[in-house]
């Protein structure tokens, strides 16, 4: 006898009545082999849908008994079937209707096509044996019938969900095909048999609730107008994913949960490899709690399937990759085991069987020795199971510490401002007395009257939280005040709430970036979906190059509809945010040196401008057509950066100082290839402006930069584009020796090839003509005089880091200087536009002494680490003048060494 023959009496017994159906020609078949053509009646069309499906569930069993196929191939096989057989009861029940009714128009006379989306193991392509297959059934559109007797779409796809269930669940003398389930209809056995496409969209927006997200989360078309279904599930994709970290879905999920287990205590059905503890479902809420909560954000995480999804979270570490490989091993040896159970007698049944004897048949196909070495494994599986559930779904346990009892009083008014800064001093919160009054502004937040009751619980919990935790880091109560900021920014976000209470990591990131900075407090507290990063430190404290970013950047626009300008402006703001979060937290937590974070930080502008350009120039083109030259090639434009990001100096609140440039050599010509026209210069024009309105516009995101044109040729009055040809000439003709000044530091950052060469070969000419050394001299100090004139914010006491005598913008002067001075000798110094690196260059090529050079770069570096800490203090760049006198002194220095003798230097 067959080893599955033995493992199974329901198999034995039918391998008697249908011997045919077990040979070996049969069981070797590699896919599904329907008999003859479905019949057109009715009854015959029953008998033909039982009997195929029998037949190939049996053989699907057999090999899944014997091992022939592994558990992916075995439920594949197990949904396919039922996929095809809902197909082929949906085209006799729709025939069957539109016989009596005609077929369903809509206004424009086109057929409306039914949709039936399979839900649950089905919608993931792993069903069981002796599943029921979820179903929803919807429509295409509104309209009648064109039969004699006229039918609405709605009542003409009710008889047919009517048909169909008959066709597949009725029980006949040949038995019946599946127990078809509507309940995850919307609305359940109260809703409409079938619902159109906006009736979907419409009830999941309105009524759709947290446990309808987790059922979506398989929802797959499986029959009809399969096309239509996958974008039906694409516009309901808000419902199930939200954009943000929601943590939300995890105590949606626990509170699913509770109520499965009240039904297995209440039934007895610990036994249950399905619904008790260890068992399927929990490894099902393991891995979806993942896709819920994070699969707004990572497109890869929204699989209807279950192992993929498992294999992308070890990938992306969200789960250890051991852990992560165990809980799969776990959940073949459960879902083999649920299978094998059930073909035991062909019954719906998930309990692991009391009998010895069915124990022992069991054991053999599941690779156990015996019952009880099966029984034994059974509990290890389970136990392993329950352990990592009951680790990821685990609940802060209740603190009764002194800080959070005052927390509870302070949330029910019942202490005063003095008593409450007295506890948080005695507990090392200090100075108690503004943290004090932070607190119970925060009780009296007008928001917490708008959330549920949970909500607010989980609020007051989080506060006493971050109080306790606040005490580990350094100056405790400045931080909590600090903290608390960005707490009451929140209030009225629940998922944001969850996320710092349910996440002891992203409260231990938040504590330790608040400690070290008040401006990046302020940042969070300004932007509060950045708390979503906290969570995990290894992406938070990643590593990034150049590449990384780009990369990152494009995977995140990918995933936005064509023509949503309203996505791209919130997706470019987010991005940027996003990124400098992640460079301020190594910065601050992994001390990152200064220039690795401007290198970051001015890659991220140099992305986001390439995407902001071509997304502008792709909308251009497709409106007005494109701007060509007389000989018939593309003209382009090309984005020049000035300032810190043409310095790869950027900071964490640098803005862009820009000039646009065009290669069209005649502005007046008109654009080609679109469905209007405008003349070039218009535009590149428009192009730069849109291109600007991107970038700073502030939307509720924020704005993604300020950027500043006035280093365009002619400032304000000048155009926002410019020619190439004009621009060189301005430079030759008409540009201040300051601007040329400017020019040392200006690089191309995006556009075409062609035009980055032209426009470094006007720099390299511009900045290499000769001059007359003690004119330019006399120039340079006259600027830096005025600007000092108004600038400097030095007394007495205080030094100004930046504009002070000595202080960072002397060392920029000095550097511009020598190369405005020497380019025509040493023209290698143009490759750079840094000063750094300027610097380098004049001193390889002996302009000046390698001590010079290394005095001057490491005092300047000294300067520029002290206004980046400034900065993240927000604490402005004055310093006392006892503070850097060091740098001061060297910079001092080098400045009269390089204009004294030449000018009367100041």
Known sequence: MRPALQASPWLAEWAQLRPAWFTDDVLAAPELHWTQPPPEDEAAAMRYLRENVLRERMRLAVRDLEGLDDLDTTLAG???????????????????????????????????????????????????????????????????????????????????????????????????????????????????????????????????????????????????????????????????????????????????????????????????????????????????????????????????????????????????????????????????????????????????????????????????????????????????????????????????????????????????????????????????????????????????????????????????????????????????????????????????????????????????????????SEYLAGSPALLDQLLDPRTLLAPMTRDDIARELEDRLSTLPPEDPEGLNNALRRFQKDISLRVAAADLLEDLPLVQVSDRLTWLAECLLEVALDQVTRAMTAEFGRPVKADGSPAGLAVIGYGKLGGIEMGYGSDLDLVFIHDADEPQAETVDGRRTLDVSTWFARCAQRMINLLSTRTAAGRVYEVDLQLRPNGQSGLVVISLSGFARYQRESAWTWEHQALTRARFLCGPAGLAASFQAIRAETLAQPREQAELARAIVEMRQKMRASLDRSNDTEWDIKHGVGGLTDAEFITQYLVLREAANVPAVLQWSDNWRQLEVLSEAQVISADFKERLIAAYRELRDLAHGRALENVGTRVSRETATGPQAVIAQAWQATFNGVVNAS
């Open 78 to 520: 197990l949904s396919d079937l039922a996929e095809q057989a809902c197909e082929l009861a949906l085209t006799f029940a729709q025939q069957a209707v539109a016989a009596a009714h005609g077929w369903p128009l809509d206004a424009a006379g086109e057929r409306i096509r039914p949709m039936i989306l399979g839900m649950g193991k089905l919608g993931g392509r792993e069903l069981n044996f002796s599943s029921d297959i979820d179903l929803i059934f919807t429509f295409s559109g509104h309209g009648e019938t064109d039969g004699a007797r006229t039918l609405d779409a709605g009542s003409f796809f009710a008889k047919v969900v009517q048909r169909f269930t008959r066709l597949l669940a009725e029980r006949t003398e040949d038995g019946f095909v599946y127990r078809v389930d509507w309940m995850l209809r919307p609305f359940g056995s109260a809703g409409a048999a079938a619902a159109s496409f906006a009736a979907i969209e419409d009830y999941y927006q309105v009524h759709g609730r947290e446990w309808e997200r987790y059922a979506l989360i398989k929802a797959r078309p499986i029959a009809g107008d399969l096309q239509s279904g996958r974008r039906l599930l694409t516009n309901l994709t808000p419902f199930v994913y939200r954009r943000y970290l929601d943590f939300d879905a995890i105590n949606s999920l626990r509170e699913l949960k509770r109520l499965i287990e009240d039904e297995v205590t209440r039934k007895g059905l610990e036994d249950h490899v399905k619904l008790g503890a260890g068992g399927i479902r929990e490894v099902e809420f393991i891995v979806q709690s993942f896709q819920l909560v994070r699969g707004g954000q990572d497109t890869g995480l929204r699989s209807t399937q279950l192992r993929p999804t498992l294999a992308l979270l070890a990938e992306q570490r969200l789960l250890e990759a051991d852990r992560a490989r165990q809980l799969d091993a776990d959940y073949v040896f459960l879902r083999r085991l649920e299978n094998a159970i059930q073909m035991q007698a062909d019954e719906q049944t998930h309990r692991f069987p009391a009998d010895p004897a069915a124990r022992q048949r069991l054991a053999g196909p599941l690779g156990a020795a015996d019952a009880a070495t099966l029984a034994e494994t059974t509990r290890a599986v389970r136990a392993r199971v329950r352990a990592l559930f009951t680790e990821v779904f685990a609940e802060d346990q209740v603190d009764d510490s002194p800080l959070m009892r005052l927390v509870g009083l302070v949330f029910d008014h019942r202490i005063e401002a003095e008593a409450a800064a007295e506890a948080l001093h005695d507990a090392g919160l200090r100075p108690a007395e503004p943290l004090a009054r932070d607190l119970l502004s925060l009780a009296a937040d007008r928001h917490l009257t708008l959330l549920r009751a949970s909500s607010v619980e989980r609020l007051r919990c989080l506060v006493g939280q971050l109080l306790v935790e606040a005490l580990k880091v350094d100056q405790p109560g400045i931080t909590a005040r600090r903290v608390l900021s960005i707490v009451a920014a929140i209030t009225g976000r629940s998922t944001y709430i969850s996320l710092l209470r349910d996440a002891p990591v992203a409260r231990r990131q938040l504590l330790r970036l608040a400690a070290a900075s008040p401006w990046l």
